[in-house]
């Protein structure tokens, strides 16, 4: 376990490097609901904002909060991942 830990800064700079030279902001952007987290600043950031879209046209109170918590649990595992960071 203790290399695990240790390999995680590695791991979040490599990121940082693929999220630079991928087209992962396009495949991003193309879901049509939120999917799991993934290990991608860019693509959690599109995640993100396109969730905050969906949101914003929910017109009637009731639906949005409907779908707020049906979508709960994927909040909070992206919450715990990185839109937590």
Known sequence: ??????YIDAFELLVQGA?????????????TELP???SS???????FQSEMERIS???RPAELSN???TNNAL??????S????
């Open 1 to 6: 376990m203790r290399k695990n830990i240790d």
């Open 19 to 31: 999220d630079g030279k991928t087209p992962l902001q396009f495949w991003a952007k193309s879901f």
């Open 36 to 38: 799991q987290p993934v």
């Open 41 to 47: 600043f860019i693509a959690e950031k599109m995640f």
């Open 57 to 59: 046209r929910i017109g």
């Open 67 to 69: 779908y707020i918590a």
């Open 75 to 80: 909040y909070q595992a992206h919450a715990e």
């Open 82 to 85: 990185f839109w937590g960071k």
